[in-house]
T-cell receptor, first 113, second 113 residues
Framework: KQEVTQIPAALSVPEGENLVLNCSFT??????LQWFRQDPGKGLTSLLL???SQREQTSGRLNASLDKSSGRSTLYIAASQPGDSATYLC????????????WGAGTKLIIKP | DTAVSQTPKYLVTQMGNDKSIKCEQN?????MYWYKQDSKKFLKIMFS???????INETVPNRFSPKSPDKAHLNLHINSLELGDSAVYFC????????????FGQGTRLTVV
């Protein structure tokens, strides 16, 4: 069964810290991996997409890495800010899933001022 | 300008009722989706439409019936609501040439009492 797991489920850190969110997936045959941000009442916003041939992607203070062989991705957030507080989800379309996204349960991040 | 909009944002209804959730996108995308996010925060695809035609229909009770009057709209009608239908439902759209670029609505929180 293809699954996506995110650890930790919740994380609370003081403002300014660098932090890492983890995503693991059970099958290395993937098209890509995406990180999303979910804000209450505001839907989902795509943050970064890493193609299966790539190792990492960067956008501002965010850096996402992908290690297909170990089935892992990390989302690194530098110099965290209270505005980063949200739930972060990773999603993976496995190659034999008709391109359906399989989602992790998310990491709820709270940045304390 | 909201790219993908869902109405209503919140819906509380009694068991056995029939309700609809509307979704509209103004991005000119050909593909639209409905996802269900359960209490454990997992998102699962329910339906996918491409140019008003159903292309993905996951194992969803036939009480759920999507309707696409045109490619900018994908409404979700639910008959005989059950307690287990309580969840957040997300609509999304993407261009057919880039399935990775999915834009999500803000979600509809359905509570069945």
């Amino acid at each position: 069964k293809q699954e996506v797991t995110q650890i930790p489920a919740a994380l609370s850190v003081p403002e300014g810290e660098n932090l890492v969110l983890n995503c693991s997936f059970t099958d290395s045959a993937i098209y890509n991996l995406q990180w999303f941000r979910q804000d209450p009442g505001k839907g989902l916003t795509s943050l970064l997409l890493i193609q299966s041939s790539q190792r990492e992607q960067t956008s501002g203070r965010l850096n996402a890495s992908l290690d297909k062989s170990s089935g892992r991705s990390t989302l690194y957030i530098a110099a965290s800010q209270p505005g980063d507080s949200a739930t972060y989800l990773c999603a993976v379309p496995f190659m034999d899933s008709n391109y359906q996204l399989i989602w992790g349960a998310g990491t709820k991040l709270i940045i304390k001022p | 300008d909201t790219a993908v909009s869902q109405t209503p944002k919140y819906l509380v209804t009694q068991m056995g009722n029939d309700k609809s959730i509307k979704c509209e996108q103004n991005l000119g995308h050909d593909t639209m989706y409905w996802y269900k996010q359960d209490s454990k925060k997992f998102l699962k695809i329910m339906f996918s439409y491409n140019n008003k035609e159903l292309i993905i229909n996951e194992t969803v009770p036939n009480r759920f019936s999507p309707k696409s009057p045109d490619k900018a709209h994908l409404n979700l009608h639910i008959n005989s609501l059950e307690l287990g239908d309580s969840a957040v439902y997300f609509c999304a759209s993407s261009p057919v040439e880039d399935r990775d670029q999915a834009f999500f609505g803000q979600g509809t929180r359905l509570t069945v009492v």
